[in-house]
């Protein structure tokens, strides 16, 4: 590990990852790009994140982004109601603009003392300007105040990684900038270690029942919106502690609703898909 | 370095840059595919392609340009002609006579060791091997090496579910719906206007004045008329996802929709049972025109449903006027009107469509063709 100048990314001890997974962060690492990773939802695209922060013990910095952020969230802003305010009943010293700077989540990452990890979730919730007015910042890695003149250089280039759920095209100019990664969902065997990581507990014949029925629900094509990762672990959680043993389980699918959120797949299921799991 | 994979990828339409691409040289020149096909295939494809649905063009490009190690009919002639010659099976021991007919794998096992000869001797003369770093016997002999399970993988092409170019899902319809927005500031003022609260804050010597304004919000109306039963029953789950995606887009100022079968005239459906109707004119005159007005349906009808009068499928509709004379009006009035055909673009030489394409510009029902619809949609003057 230690003859790599670079940090390398072996995955941690609750998060699994596929070789192509491990090495896109690597490679997004040592060439100093942006990590994007798109991928069904529940695949654990912003765990990945946490884990890489965790794996490389980095602190981690999280902009979650929302429809109304725009880039200069990002950044910092200018608190000019909290100068006004001042102005008018007296605290502080307004002169000093500096103290109404207010750095936002780039900003943070930028002038950490050590490299950082740093998140943008679910970039494409924003405007679909928003990823352009990132690139240079993103790119140079510095951003100009202009109300102190002031440059902001990051000390150390933090590891960005960058989640999308494919809800807004991502401009091609960003793109090109990005290493990208679609996380695939887990075959049965990978999802086998994933599940034995959080319940290493689980007796093989219920795991080998479980994953049965749950893939039997992935096939089904008619669902709006197929089970994940997470509900799969959810169900698990929920059969453990109902005691259900993996007779019942494999009679009829205790819990269904834990796996089946949408109405229509819940009466799909039960209509057509009942006879099905029993064939 | 591989760059005639650049170009394999550009032909089959993925959108590779030179940046991504010095980028991928750059990882390659630090050791990052550790000298493994399977490595690469992860790595080019992580630098280069950046949305899940260019992952199939990827794959056949990767076939198509790796591939051809592997299964290099050149090669496979050339060990059938080496064994030929009886001459060359003396240097074969008694045992593994008998196993010739064992297959091929066996045999190419047997005799890479003599390929590599044979290339030697060759030298000087162009291989198409030469461009790459690999050697192509270990690639193509050894059945379970990690080599062939790249290009298993990208054989496999189970992205092909993934590609743009075909119809996905109601989400895929939700994101595409959702360019259709246009922001204009309408509503209660109710947003802080925080630049013209201080101006005129300042102007009152520091007395704070708030000022308020209307929030932004969409002003886009989105009418949809869809074509049911008959020749449309096929694409019914399709245009249901569409119609599903506009119904829970909550993003539109107004959203109305109706039903017709095959072609519009005085009036058109208000259930898909067809039992309420509403009068063509009367949406002509109650809309303005600034409404965005999707059609969808095949456009495929009988030539006298479209262009003759008392030409309608149901005989008591007894139309005066002619269904592509009511399209046209609809054309007229309203400046934005697209048509979402679910037929395949094969298809489209049927006269009515020929006939309906002159006066809308008609686009397929694939996520490709309702990006390209909606961006006429919006598209300003």
């Known amino acids: 590990m230690s003859e790599r100048k670079f940090d390398r990314f072996m995955g941690t001890q609750k998060y699994i990852v596929s070789e192509p997974l491990q090495n896109a962060v690597n490679v997004a690492i040592a060439l100093q790009r942006p990590l994007l990773v798109k991928g069904e939802p529940g695949t654990g695209k912003t765990l990945l994140a946490h884990n890489i922060a965790l794996g490389l013990d980095k602190e981690l910095i999280v902009w979650n982004i929302k429809s109304t952020s725009t880039a200069q969230d990002g950044l910092y802003i200018y608190d000019t109601v909290q100068r006004l305010n001042d102005s008018r009943f007296g605290d502080g010293d307004v002169s000093d603009i500096k103290q109404y700077i207010k750095l936002g989540k780039l900003g943070m990452a930028f002038t950490h003392s050590e490299r950082v990890v740093l998140i943008l979730d679910e970039i494409d919730k924003a405007d679909v300007e928003f990823p352009n007015d990132l690139l240079n910042e993103l790119d140079e890695m510095s951003f100009h105040i202009h109300e102190t003149n002031e440059t902001i250089n990051a000390k150390h280039r933090p590891i960005v990684v960058i989640t999308s759920n494919s809800e807004k095209e991502l401009p091609d100019a960003f793109l090109r900038r990005c290493i990208f990664h679609y996380i695939e969902f887990p075959d049965e065997t990978l999802m086998e270690e994933i599940v034995m990581v959080h319940f290493p507990e689980i007796k093989t014949n219920l795991l080998r029942e479980v994953l049965k029925k749950f893939y039997l629900l992935r096939g089904i094509n008619e669902f709006r919106k197929k089970p994940s990762t997470s509900e799969l672990l959810d169900w698990i959680q929920a059969l453990i502690a109902g005691g259900i043993s993996y007779e019942e389980v494999s009679d009829e699918i205790p819990f269904l609703g834990v796996l089946l959120k949408k109405e229509t797949d819940y009466e799909h299921f039960i209509s057509k898909g009942a006879e099905a799991s029993r064939a | 370095m591989f760059t005639n994979f650049f170009y394999a990828l ?372």
């Open chain 2, 10 to 381: 550009r032909r089959k339409k993925v959108p590779v840059s030179i940046t991504e691409w010095m980028a991928l040289i750059d990882a390659l020149s630090r050791g990052f595919a550790f000298s493994s096909l399977d490595t690469f295939y992860y790595l080019a494809r992580s630098i280069l392609v950046k949305s899940e649905g260019y992952f199939d063009q990827y794959d056949s490009a990767f076939e198509e340009y790796f591939g051809g190690i592997e299964t290099s009919e050149r090669f496979r002639d050339e060990v059938l002609e080496w064994l030929k010659y009886p001459v060359n099976r003396i240097e074969l021991t008694e045992n593994e006579v008998p196993q010739l007919g064992g297959g091929f794998d066996y045999l190419t096992k047997t005799h890479q060791q003599k390929m590599m000869e044979m290339r030697e001797r060759r030298d000087g003369e162009a291989s198409s091997f030469d461009s790459y770093d690999v050697d192509p016997e270990r690639i193509r002999f050894g059945g379970t090496s990690i080599y062939k399970s790249a290009l298993q993988v990208a054989k496999e092409r189970k992205f092909r579910n993934y590609r743009s170019d075909v119809v996905l899902d109601v989400r895929s319809f939700q994101t595409a719906l959702k360019r259709l927005r246009r922001l204009s500031r309408i509503g209660p003022e109710d947003e802080l206007d925080l630049d013209a609260t201080i101006d005129h804050t300042c102007k009152n010597a520091g007395d704070l004045e708030f000022k308020w304004r209307r929030a932004r919000k969409n002003a886009v109306k989105l009418l949809l008329f869809m074509d049911v039963g008959g020749s449309m029953s096929p694409y019914a789950k399709l245009c249901g996802r569409l119609f599903s995606a506009a119904h829970a887009a909550t993003h539109f100022k107004d959203f109305k929709y109706y039903y017709f079968h095959n072609c519009i005239y005085d009036s058109v459906f208000e259930d898909i049972e067809r039992n309420e109707f509403t009068n063509t004119s009367h949406l002509l005159n109650t809309l303005d025109s600034d409404y965005k007005v999707i059609f969808l349906g095949d456009a495929c009808m009988g030539d006298e449903e479209l262009t003759m009068k008392y030409g309608a499928i149901y005989y008591y509709e007894r139309n005066e006027v002619p269904g592509i004379v009511w399209f046209q009006r609809i054309s007229d009035h309203f400046k934005r009107v697209v048509w979402l055909n679910p037929e395949d673009l094969s298809e489209w030489n049927h006269p009515t469509i020929k006939m309906i394409r002159r006066i809308f510009p008609m686009f397929e029902l694939t996520l490709e063709g309702l990006d390209a619809a909606i961006s006429m949609l919006i598209a300003r003057y």
